[in-house]
């Protein structure tokens, strides 16, 4: 049996990766594709900025919910947060150092995103996460340790969302807060499960700066 997420396409847009001065490593939801989740890149429109977004096997990360028993979503959670350290090798072997990558998902890619961030702690360009934290059970301790150096981490979602609970949001803010992140929390009342216009404009702020172009 081949290993989960193996031999997917990581599908890109926005400036060639060789032209890049900053990258943004996308990683979608659950049941989602790559090329839908990186329509947002044409919304975001900021001058410099590749966008790479990987594919999971059958349009999942992993199997079960990001709340549920980790070892539950393995072995896909660990094959994940490889791909996900593979497309940020390709942006560092492109010249783009750490300072300038980005990490943003969604849903579940918000959640895996959040995961990578903590798990390899050290200066990022950001990570924004949309609908989406940390993951492991509900009650759960989180012993992460490391040092964000100041990396901006925005934690968007609704007040009510259907999959994400409010508290671990907030638990997974605190969290990076902790690892030295500069945190950016809201939570929007009645938003649902999606993207709003708000959370789009944190990030061509976010990018702009990176970029140079604000």
Do not use: K
Not at 17 to 35: K, P
Not at 138 to 160: I, N, R, V
Not at 180 to 208: C, P
């Amino acid at each position: 049996m081949s290993e989960p997420h193996a031999d997917q396409p990581v599908h890109t847009a926005g400036t060639p990766l060789d032209d890049a001065s900053v990258a943004v490593v996308m990683i979608h939801g659950r049941g989602a594709r790559a090329e839908g989740f990186l329509q947002l890149a044409d919304e975001i429109d900021v001058d410099g900025v590749a966008y790479l977004a990987p594919q999971a096997q059958r349009g999942s990360w992993y199997p079960n919910r990001f709340v549920d028993p980790i070892e539950s979503n393995e072995p896909h959670l660990t094959a994940a947060l490889g791909v996900v350290a593979d497309t940020v090798e390709r942006a560092l072997e492109a010249g783009i150092d750490h300072e300038q990558i980005v990490l943003m998902g969604f849903s579940q890619g918000a959640c895996l995103a959040s995961e990578y961030v903590a798990r390899n702690p050290r200066e990022y360009g950001g990570l924004v996460a949309f609908s989406g934290g940390l993951i492991g059970p509900l009650g759960m301790d989180f012993d992460h340790d490391g040092e964000l150096d100041g990396t901006p981490a925005f934690f968007g979602c609704s007040d009510s969302d259907p999959h994400i609970p409010e508290t671990r949001v907030t638990e997974s803010a605190d969290v990076f807060e902790r690892l030295g992140a500069t945190v950016e929390t809201r939570l929007y009342e009645g938003m649902g499960h999606t993207i709003v216009d708000d959370e789009v404009e944190y990030v061509v702020d976010l990018l702009s700066t990176l970029a140079g172009s604000d």
